[in-house]
Structure formats: structure tokens, C-alpha cells
Nanobody, 118 residues
Framework: VQLQASGGGLVQAGGSLRLSCAAT????????MGWFRQAPGKERTLVAT????????VYADSVKGRFAISRDNAKNTVYLQMNSLKPEDTAVYYC????????????WGQGTQVTVSS
């Protein structure tokens, strides 16, 4: 499967952005998609995940109530709606896929930069 992320940009604090991740290829063999982010000098961390079939979601505590992950199975696309953005949300955001609940996220898209100005 191949992943193509888009939607990043520059926004003021309190603003919103929506990221998209389009999946192509053997998407039916993958269980879930996730969004991760990596700020300069920091490790890559999980932001949110969603399963393709049931739509079960998981969020990092830092984004709960502000971000929402969703999927469109017909379009093989996962979205990350980001509201009430803060400067600390500034990072490169990556989408990723995993094959099963016991697998790691081992397919990655290219990152998309999100910059939140104060």
C-alpha cells in the first residue's frame, strides 16, 4: 500500500486544519491507519489512530477534544481534523498503516508540515 498525505500549512493559534491521507494499493489487507507527528529535535509520537472496519479511534491525551480522526472507506482516505491548534502542535505529520492489531505501523507516507504561530 502507498500513502499520500496532504493538507498541512501555516495557521495561527486557535485555527484549524484538515489533513488527508489517501491510500492506494492493497488497502484491504491493512487493519488500521494512524497519524503521527514529529517536532524538531523530538521523537515521532502517535496522534490518533482509526481502524478501517469498525472505525475504532484512539487519541493521544494532548489532542483529545481538539482533533478528530475519520475515514472514508469508499475513498480509502483518512482525515485528521485539527481544531484549536496550539504552537506546540507544530510538527511534521505522518500517516501510517498497520496490517493487524498485533502489528506495528510499518507503512509510512511522506510527512506534511503543520506550523502553528502564536
Amino acid at each position: 500500500v502507498q500513502l499520500q498525505a496532504s493538507g498541512g500549512g501555516l495557521v495561527q493559534a486557535g485555527g484549524s486544519l484538515r489533513l488527508s491521507c489517501a491510500a492506494t494499493g492493497r488497502t484491504f489487507s491493512y487493519d488500521a491507519m494512524g497519524w503521527f507527528r514529529q517536532a524538531p529535535g523530538k521523537e515521532r509520537t502517535l496522534v490518533a489512530t482509526i481502524t478501517w472496519r469498525a472505525g475504532i479511534t484512539v487519541y493521544a491525551d494532548s489532542v483529545k477534544g481538539r482533533f478528530a480522526i475519520s475515514r472514508d472507506n469508499a475513498k480509502n482516505t483518512v482525515y485528521l481534523q485539527m481544531n484549536s491548534l496550539k504552537p506546540e502542535d507544530t510538527a511534521v505529520y505522518y500517516c501510517a498503516a498497520r496490517r493487524s492489531v498485533v502489528s506495528v505501523y510499518d507503512v509510512w507516507g511522506q510527512g506534511t508540515q503543520v506550523t502553528v504561530s502564536s
